[in-house]
């Protein structure tokens, strides 16, 4: 349970991330009045609130950044995926051939969170546009999966996941799966 004084000012308590205050004390009484530490009553929020409080500032940056990049969805500009296939920004590849690029996500939700996407687009900018003649690629796409889970020594238990679109919080408009595992999985994901 984590302990919040009701007393802390307002405008303090929303500049304070939550690993600042699951970490650090000294941050917060270094940021607090000395005075309005004092008389403070203490009360502790349920596991399930804690949950759903202090993960909104990252959902609400997840869904900024998938609106932000629905603007430029279809606009056929470079996206980050085609610069790193490009080798103009660097990346940790994990499998390359002809027609399929995995690397590891920079920002990873698991032990094991490996991106897999086709080197050309090819109007693939999200599984939703996807039309027949992209039959071939898809299937490529999941057998990468499915061999960079061998690879990652994650085979006997990985997720693989597609974002599709703002609501999925799709933030690069190129057609991509994540390939998550190394830790016990929840379910329902989302």
Not at 20 to 43: A, D, M, R
Not at 101 to 116: E, G, K, M, S, T
Not at 170 to 186: A, C, D, E, P
Request: proline residues 6%; contains cysteine.
């Amino acid at each position: 349970m984590i302990s919040v004084p009701i007393s802390a000012p307002r405008a303090i308590s929303a500049k304070i991330s939550i690993s600042q205050i699951l970490h650090s004390t000294k941050f917060l009484s270094s940021k607090i009045p000395k005075t309005s530490l004092k008389p403070t009553t203490n009360f502790s929020f349920p596991k399930l609130l804690q949950k759903s409080l202090f993960t909104t500032n990252s959902t609400n940056n997840e869904e900024l950044a998938a609106k932000t990049a629905a603007i430029n969805a279809d606009t056929n500009n470079p996206t980050i995926f085609d610069k790193i296939i490009s080798k103009e920004i660097p990346s940790s590849i994990v499998y390359e051939d002809e027609n399929v690029l995995a690397f590891r996500d920079i920002n990873p939700q698991a032990p094991v969170h490996v991106l897999v996407i086709p080197k050309f687009r090819d109007g693939l900018t999200e599984l939703g546009k996807a039309e027949m003649r992209h039959g071939e690629i898809l299937g490529q796409l999941l057998y990468v999966a499915r061999i960079v889970a061998e690879k990652e020594g994650v085979l006997d238990g990985f997720r693989v996941v597609i974002n599709n679109g703002v609501s999925a919080c799709q933030s690069v408009y190129h057609l991509h799966l994540h390939v998550l595992g190394g830790r016990q999985l929840k379910w329902p994901p989302g």
